[in-house]
């Protein structure tokens, strides 16, 4: 089974500035999916980003950015130009290609971003 | 376009006692999802419906749990009887179909059990 492993129980950052979230995982797959949500208080989880294994370029949405090494298996979550509606429990999933099941998400532990002004 | 749908949103019951929960996914999306998620811990499936068939259940406590989609549309997710360990915040999402893994999928709000 797949694991995914959030290190950081709980970042902080100042608005304006960058933070970055850590996440690693262990597959034995080549082809795979890896997300980044966010779950706000209200508790409904957002997708905010999402790199195909296959794409050695790394995905980019706005202020929001990955850092995708797949021989280390790691994915981390760097946001810029930090705002206060970005403190959220922010989760790491990911998803196979292929197989006989389903294609549902494997969720790390999350990592809850503070974000102060 | 409207997102998924869950309710209730909070429910408090004794041990023992049954309770179930209803999901309207995305209209058009094939793929349904519940998901368990105890508090400090990311989400984890419970069952997979591709229209009106299971796809997966393998992490469902059969015993207690069940889940059925009539028709390919809404999903309920029920318990019985219910445990301490079963609070919970029960969280249903919707794809348009799993047959690739890149297809988002959309969360519903979730709806919280207290078990008491």
């Known amino acids: 089974a797949q694991t995914v492993t959030q290190s950081q129980p709980e970042m902080s950052v100042q608005e304006a500035e960058t933070v970055t979230l850590s996440c690693t995982y262990d597959?034995?797959?080549?082809?795979?999916?890896l997300f980044w949500y966010k779950q706000p208080p209200s508790r409904q989880m957002i997708l905010v980003i999402r790199?195909?294994?296959?794409?050695?370029q790394n995905a980019t949405e706005n202020r929001f950015s990955v850092n995708f090494q797949k021989a280390a298996k790691s994915f981390s979550l760097k946001i810029s130009d930090s705002q206060l509606g970005d403190a959220a429990m922010y989760f790491c999933?990911?998803?196979?290609?292929?197989?006989?099941?389903?294609?549902?998400?494997?969720f790390g532990k999350g990592t809850s971003l503070l974000v102060t002004p | 376009e409207a997102g998924v749908a869950q309710s209730p949103r909070y429910k408090i019951i004794e041990k023992r006692q049954s309770v179930a929960f209803w999901c309207n996914p995305i209209?058009?999306?094939?793929?349904l999802y519940w998901y368990q998620q105890i508090l400090g811990q990311g989400p984890k499936l419970l069952i997979q419906?591709?229209?009106?068939?299971?796809?997966?259940d393998s992490q469902l406590p059969k015993d207690r749990f069940s889940a059925e989609r009539l028709k390919g549309v809404d999903s309920t997710l029920k318990i019985q009887p219910a445990k301490l360990e079963d609070s919970a915040v029960y969280l249903c999402?919707?794809?348009?179909?799993?047959?690739?893994?890149?297809?988002?999928?959309?969360f519903g709000p979730g709806t919280r059990l207290t078990v008491l």
């Open positions: 999402a919707s794809s348009k179909n799993r047959d690739t893994g890149k297809n988002e999928q959309f």
């Open positions: 209209s058009g999306h094939a793929t």
């Open positions: 419906f591709q229209n009106n068939g299971v796809v997966d």
């Open positions: 790199q195909e294994a296959y794409k050695q």
């Open positions: 999933a990911y998803r196979r290609v292929r197989g006989n099941s389903g294609y549902a998400l494997n």
């Open positions: 597959t034995s797959e080549s082809d795979y999916y």
